[in-house]
């Protein structure tokens, strides 16, 4: 059980440092979030295009459905697990990501998980906003066929982005940053409406084409089987590594919502709703939409914009847009706006507030120009596995430290003190453990992905810079 110290009346008298404090970063006064609010925060991060276009890819492995099944279901139950343990420090404690991190890095040195999961937020902000206003630039030309020239980039472009889809970009990012500036009540009330809308719209799509196409036609196996026998193996864990990477950045902050959780049980049963029931019945769904686009459309279709473009019906096609639209501004928001708003505001809490971080995200997202990362498959690629290298090691020293370091005790008041004799202040704020087994963690999981001849092992770098970030950081520190 986590034994919280200090607070209790000795936190109230104790004045947290100015410079390590503002009202978004210490302990919440009410932790008011049930369950259900949890389930509908992991339906929201599921619930978007690119949820679906990677949980439909997962089919077309070349194994059979029931083993992908078994790779979703292992995968999701491996992020379930992970994000209780993460959640807990944050629930007992009723702090954000970069304060719990805290513990482990020195009071100082948190800003460098801080720094590196805001600037993996902020590309991934960009990347979400563009991939969810190139689906609205499809729906917009499927209905105002004129605004054709406006999509040419050759003859209305800049920096690499036509007319129509700088129009549609920062129509989203305009409509993101409302949201979130609205503060965490609306956002709750905003992700409670979001993912079960989706399912809403996914249940209709797919009895449309059920419709149309008969009982039948459902074929989970949405590729040929290639795999039989052991060589199903390697296959089935790089679906489950895909999982786990997946969900690998909204895992590790994952802190960032759990502190507003009641209780620790009302998490978990969050968790378990919104992880494994959920995922596992949202991709059943998926692949049932998705075969059944071949005997209607003539062709396998595995993004849901496309498949409503293709209904003959202008009230399905924005009915369709507007909810897909809507669940990926959730998605953003939850997975890319809210993270990198408290960890920029951890670097500075007196000059940088929560909103004032998630605007600095928002405005980096547009600078960055994430469509022109976006058109390199080879730079993806290598983002991807990149990301899952850093973001693993983070993900294992702060378990290490909480789990096994400190078993489960926390002194808040010191989270937030300066004091040499802190409990958090090790070496002029900074944990040198901490550092190095990050950096050991994060230079071998980053190697395969550097190395040709070790690209089958780079998309399990998040596995392999976790694990040896926990183990050495465990074995250079001492017991408290």
């Given amino acids: 059980m986590t034994e919280i110290l200090a607070r209790t009346e000795d936190t109230a008298a104790t004045e947290p440092d100015p410079r390590l404090a503002n009202d978004d970063l210490q302990p919440l006064a009410e932790q008011r979030w049930g369950a259900y609010n949890i389930f509908a925060f992991w339906m929201s991060d ?14 077309l492995l070349g194994l059979s459905s029931w083993q992908v099944l078994v790779a979703l279901l292992v995968g999701i139950v491996i992020v379930q697990v ?52 190139a689906a609205l630039d499809v729906l917009l030309l499927k209905l105002f066929p004129t605004l054709t020239p406006l999509a040419d980039v050759g003859r209305h472009g800049f920096l690499g982005l036509s007319a129509l889809g700088w129009g549609s970009f920062m129509l989203l990012w305009v409509l993101q940053a409302a949201v979130f500036w609205t503060g965490m009540n609306t956002i709750r009330r905003f992700i409670d409406f979001c993912g079960p809308a989706v399912y809403v719209v996914m249940i209709l799509l797919a009895g449309y084409l059920l419709y149309r196409a008969g009982w039948g036609a459902i074929d989970l196996d949405l590729g040929a089987v290639k ?17 786990v990477s997946y969900f690998s950045g909204p895992m590790l902050n994952f802190g960032d919502f759990s502190r507003y959780g009641r209780s620790f049980a009302a ?7 919104g992880l494994p029931v959920n995922f596992l019945a949202f991709s059943v769904l998926v692949v049932v939409t998705a075969s059944l686009t071949v005997p209607v459309f ?6 849901p914009v496309q498949t409503v473009a293709r209904i003959d019906s202008t009230t399905a096609i924005v009915l369709g847009a507007l909810t897909f639209t809507t669940a990926t501004i959730g998605i953003n928001i939850v997975a890319n706006f809210i993270s990198p708003a408290f960890d920029f505001s951890n670097l500075s809490p007196q000059r940088i507030s929560w909103r004032t971080g998630g605007m600095i995200a928002a405005v980096g997202s547009v600078l960055i ?3 022109n990362l976006y058109d390199n498959p080879e730079v993806i690629h290598y983002t991807l596995e990149t990301l899952g290298a850093f973001i693993g090691p983070l993900f294992g020293v702060l378990i290490a430290d909480y789990y096994l370091v400190r078993r489960q005790v926390i002194d808040v008041a010191d989270l937030f003190s300066m004091s ?3 409990t958090y202040w090790y070496r002029r704020g900074f944990n040198p453990r901490a550092i190095i087994a990050t950096v050991v963690g994060a230079a071998v999981a980053v190697t395969p992905v550097l190395a040709p001849g070790l690209a089958a092992v780079a998309p399990y770098s998040w596995f392999i810079g976790m694990g040896l970030s926990l183990v050495v950081y465990r074995a250079v520190s001492p017991k408290c």
Avoid: E
Avoid at 94 to 121: D, H, K, S, T, W
């Fill in 46 to 59: 599921v619930h978007s295009v690119g949820g679906y276009v990677t949980a439909g890819s997962l089919f």
């Fill in 82 to 133: 992970f994000c209780n343990l993460v959640a807990k420090p944050s629930q007992a404690a009723a702090v954000p990501y970069p304060v719990i991190c805290r513990a482990a890095f020195g009071v100082l040195g948190a800003n460098i998980p801080a720094l590196i999961r805001g600037l993996i937020a902020v590309a991934w902000y960009g990347i979400q906003t563009y991939l969810a206003s």
């Fill in 227 to 243: 795999y039989q026998g052991l060589d199903v193996i390697p296959v089935m864990l790089g679906a489950i590594a895909l999982v």
């Fill in 267 to 273: 998490v978990r049963r969050g968790n378990l709703l």
């Fill in 298 to 303: 003539g062709q396998l279709i595995t993004d």
């Fill in 369 to 371: 120009t994430p469509w």
């Fill in 420 to 422: 040499p004799t802190g």
